[in-house]
């Protein structure tokens, strides 16, 4: 009933910017809240950021003050600003809509894969 979009990823140097996209359509009254994920060859999927439907936000210690999570309600979207992007940014970038009703339930975009060259 939800489905998400990711866009924005690429190719960038050391120190670059990137701001990913993910939009949300279908049942999107149901969202409790959006975040992104990471998960890079080898390493488990972690969270990188979160934003609950009341505004709320959490990043991961890896991210606090390069990354920012945000939200465009109008647009049902949630976006990732990345500055100071380093090397072990690399990963594939997944977005996540949470849904709590009876039971959790989550749904993913497609990824879209950040590089971060040195």
């Known amino acids: 009933q939800v489905q998400l979009v990711e866009s924005g990823g690429g190719l960038v140097q050391t120190g670059g910017s990137l701001r990913l996209s993910c939009a949300a359509s279908?049942?999107?009254?149901?969202?409790?809240?959006m975040g992104w994920y990471r998960q890079a060859p080898g390493k488990q999927r972690e969270l990188v950021a979160r934003i609950t439907r009341d505004g709320n936000t959490n990043y991961a210690d890896s991210v606090k003050g390069r990354f920012t999570i945000s939200r465009d309600n109008a647009q049902n979207t949630v976006y990732l600003q990345m500055n100071g992007l380093k090397p072990e940014d690399t990963a594939v970038y997944y977005c996540?809509?949470?849904?709590?009703?009876?039971?959790?339930?989550?749904?993913w975009g497609q990824g879209t894969q950040v590089t971060v060259s040195s």
């Open positions: 996540n809509a949470w849904v709590v009703l009876l039971r959790r339930s989550d749904y």
């Open positions: 279908g049942t999107i009254f149901s969202i409790n809240g």
